[in-house]
């Protein structure tokens, strides 16, 4: 019998991150970025290029605070990412008079 054995890559849903749906979080997975902890390793203008690289439905993502809010859901900061993710649009940060 082979010993050859698959191993299922179980990673964090990505989508807990304010601007990242379920086709972002694919094209993250496609490039090896499976948990928090990775996301909050890459920066944002490395995942602006991997939106970019993606296609034209992903280059307009503003992936600015995705580093940071991924940090604090590695570091288990629920209740302090939720207040932050409140605050942005789709991820992004909202300069002060300005409206949705």
């Given at each position: 019998m082979?010993?050859?054995?698959?191993?299922?890559?179980?990673?964090?849903?990505?989508t807990?991150i304010?601007?990242?749906?379920p086709?972002?979080?694919?094209?993250l997975n496609g490039?090896?970025?499976?948990?928090?902890?990775e996301l909050?390793n890459?920066s944002a203008?490395?995942l602006n290029?991997?939106m970019s690289?993606?296609?034209p439905?992903f280059?307009?993502?503003?992936t600015?605070t995705?580093?940071q809010?991924?940090?604090?859901?590695a570091?288990g900061?629920w209740?302090?990412l939720?207040?932050?993710q409140?605050?942005?649009d789709?991820?992004?940060?909202?300069?002060?008079?300005?409206?949705?």
């Open positions: 082979d010993e050859m054995t698959t191993t299922a890559v179980v990673g964090d849903d990505l807990k304010e601007g990242i749906g086709a972002v979080a694919e094209v490039v090896g970025i499976h948990t928090y902890t909050a890459m203008e490395s290029e991997l690289e993606a296609g439905g280059s307009f993502r503003d600015s995705w580093p809010q991924a940090s604090l859901a570091e900061k209740d302090e939720q207040a932050w409140a605050e942005l789709g991820g992004k940060v909202v300069a002060e008079g300005e409206e949705e």
